[in-house]
């Protein structure tokens, strides 16, 4: 009996003003897509992060002949000093570095060597031009400062560099887009929660009568308040449920059918991702339509 | 039932009290008017009951509850216990008689077995049996007062509060409308009825409590209107105008038929339970609820239609008496 008056009431209130649902369907439905938009970027930057981190290395370069660091002032690094870092990275870095090695001159010069067999734009590089280096590869790869911290201005060491450095201005664009698409999904998400609390209000409003007299016989709070209730609900999930699929459509013609296509090294985002969004973004709508119309029934349908 | 202690009811501060120190008693089962000047704190006592206000100081106890102190969540419970009537009925015109009394019943959750036996025993109660498909425009000012009462009662409620309920309608569908709160009142229900209808109140011999500017000025058991004059001073000899759907053109001398043939059916519902002795609704044979005995004595002998016939003729000699 509950159930199937609730059930009646819902359907009335959705068609009554059905201008106003629809208008809830679609802010939801574009606000959503931007929080989930930002979602895949933010999987997306991980992913490239969890491929990419994994090859790349903290270079501890040592100090070739003839440079003008302070730390080189006493010429090429020498055993004692090679020995020492080593020393250093074993104790004081033994929880940050996963691996290290080390890459003498000649070494370097065999792997310059493979890769340019002819020589780097006409130049024939000995294997004096060549750099020792410490290649460290960190458990953590986000803890570059760290090395960096111990290792910089230690007698024998020119420079730390990290490969990461590469990679930053994709992160730094990736992420940017994703501040983005965050601040426009909050922008849009303002505005569902006041078109929730409108449309719950006008039909509140409508139904007056029917929500006086619900008072008047006896009808509880929540059973007065769950039509409505339920109304933002289901319009706000109806918005969520288009952003996924929205999503998925962007994710499976854009990045699988099309960037992948195209460039094939990267790993992108998958429609498998965006069914991993998909609980957020209905748990957003629900929590969103839950609290705009807990708060504007309060004040106009109070027992 | 309901008791009321010291009451103050201060709407906006500083301003004048709508209700100030009242102390009323209502026992189970009475039949109480409430009656003032419009302005004398009917309404608001009639809310303090129902709890949509919270009284300022004093206290107010409705069927064993202690109103100031009784949580919110409790509030729909000590609703359902109460039935309210108004005098603009209040009915949801979209959907039809049936519909309206079940309503009531549908929202608290009453099971459709119970909500299938008891609207159809309400209406025929009431005098509307075999109109439950029309919507309330389709029914006379009567009529709909009678589903708005239905729908208060539907629920047995233990107290029906009556907002002038007869404000809207002529004197002889008025009459019907007392017969039939005063039926309820004899099934045990403690009925609590504001008015402004003088004729109504000194016909019915009940107890009769009067407001003026907050605070009670008369209680009496068996009382009459009093005098128009002192309770309506503002007004004076032109009553009418002080009583809110009184200055309605509707105020016919002849009331609708439909009016008559419900009330009728309501007399003849109560009939037949009060023969069967199996009546729930009317369990004591009662003696014709409203005029003196003799017209009841005339109301037993003659059809509904001469009962009504000598009623409105009755009703104009006291008018014409009363004016002239």
């Known amino acids: ?14 068609r009554r003003n059905v201008s106003m649902v629809i208008s809830v369907v679609l802010v939801t439905f574009v606000s959503l897509t931007f929080v989930g938009s930002a979602a895949l970027l933010q999987t997306q930057v991980d992913k490239l992060k969890d ?8 270079s501890v370069f040592l100090c070739p002949n003839g440079s003008t660091a302070p730390t ?32 003498t001159k000649a070494d370097a010069f065999a792997a310059f060597s493979e890769r340019y067999p002819d020589g780097y734009q006409g130049t024939q590089l000995t294997e004096d031009d060549m750099q020792a280096s410490f290649r460290l590869k960190l458990v953590d790869p986000e803890q570059y400062q760290v090395v960096a911290d111990v290792l910089t201005g230690r007698e024998g060491v020119e420079v730390v560099e990290d490969q990461r450095a590469i990679f930053q201005p994709l992160f730094l664009a990736l992420n940017r887009a994703s501040l983005l ?14 078109l929730i609390t409108t449309t719950i209000r006008l039909s509140a409003m409508s139904r007056r009568r029917e929500t006086g007299i619900m008072r008047l016989v006896g ?58 969004v998909a609980p957020l973004l209905i748990g957003i709508a629900v929590a969103l339509a839950v609290v705009s119309s807990v708060v504007t029934l309060n004040r106009y349908t109070r027992v | 039932m309901i008791r009321f202690e010291n009451v103050e009811k201060v709407y906006a501060r500083g301003a004048r009290p709508a209700l100030d120190g009242v102390t009323v008693d209502v026992a189970r089962g009475e039949f109480v008017f409430l009656v003032g000047a419009s302005g004398s704190g009917k309404s608001t006592f009639l809310r303090l009951v129902l709890r949509e206000e919270r009284p300022t100081a004093g206290r107010v106890y409705v069927a064993g509850r202690d109103l100031s102190t009784i949580s919110s969540w409790k509030v729909p419970s000590l609703r359902r216990s109460i039935g309210v009537v108004f005098q603009d009925f209040r009915l949801l015109p979209n959907k039809t008689v049936y519909e309206n009394v079940a309503f009531a019943l549908q929202v608290i959750g009453r099971p459709r077995h119970v909500i299938k036996t008891t609207v159809p025993e309400v209406l025929e109660m009431v005098g509307l049996d075999g109109k439950e498909k029309r919507r309330p425009h389709e029914l006379s000012g009567g009529e709909q007062q009678r589903v708005a009462i239905a729908r208060a009662f539907v629920n047995r409620p233990q107290i029906l509060l009556a907002d002038e ?13 007392m017969r039939l709160l005063d039926r309820i009142n004899r099934t045990g229900t403690t009925v609590v009825m504001a008015t402004h ?36 001073p503002t ?22 038929p439909a009016d008559l043939e419900a009330e009728r059916a309501a007399e003849e519902a109560a009939e037949r339970a009060a023969a069967e002795h199996a009546g729930p609704l009317v369990p004591v044979p009662a003696e014709p609820p409203v005029r003196t005995r003799r017209a009841a004595a005339a109301a037993r002998r003659y059809p509904a239609d001469d009962v009504v016939q000598q009623v409105l003729a009755e009703n104009s000699r006291a008018r014409a008496g009363r004016e002239g």
Do not use: H
């Open chain 2, 235 to 256: 007004i004076g000899g032109t009553p009418v105008l002080d009583a809110p759907g009184r200055n309605q053109p509707a105020i016919r001398v002849t009331p609708e």
């Open chain 1, 181 to 194: 698409a965050a601040g426009l999904a909050g922008v849009m998400l303002l505005a569902a929660v006041l």
């Open chain 2, 165 to 177: 309920p007869t404000g809207n309608l002529d004197p002889t569908t008025s009459l019907g409308i």
């Open chain 1, 51 to 58: 491929d990419w981190y994994d090859l790349v290395e903290v």
């Open chain 2, 197 to 232: 209808d003088d004729e109504i109140v000194n016909e019915m011999r009940k107890r009769v409590v009067e407001l003026k500017t907050g605070t009670v000025v008369r209680d009496e058991a068996v009382g009459s209107y009093g005098e128009r004059e002192s309770i309506l």
């Open chain 1, 1 to 14: 009996m509950r159930l199937q008056f609730v059930v009646t009431e819902v359907l009335q209130g959705l």
């Open chain 1, 219 to 276: 009808a509880s709070n929540l059973f007065v308040q769950l039509p409505f209730l339920l109304e933002g609900a289901i319009a706000a999930v109806v918005g969520a449920v288009l952003a996924v699929g929205g999503l998925w459509l962007g994710v499976k013609y854009f990045v699988t059918d099309w960037l992948q296509q195209s460039v094939n090294w990267v790993a992108y985002v998958t429609v498998g991702d965006v069914l991993l």
């Open chain 1, 72 to 103: 080189c002032a006493a010429g090429e690094a020498t055993e004692e000093q090679i020995d020492a870092l080593r020393t250093v990275i074993d104790t004081e870095l033994a929880d940050v570095v996963a691996q290290t090695y080390l890459e």
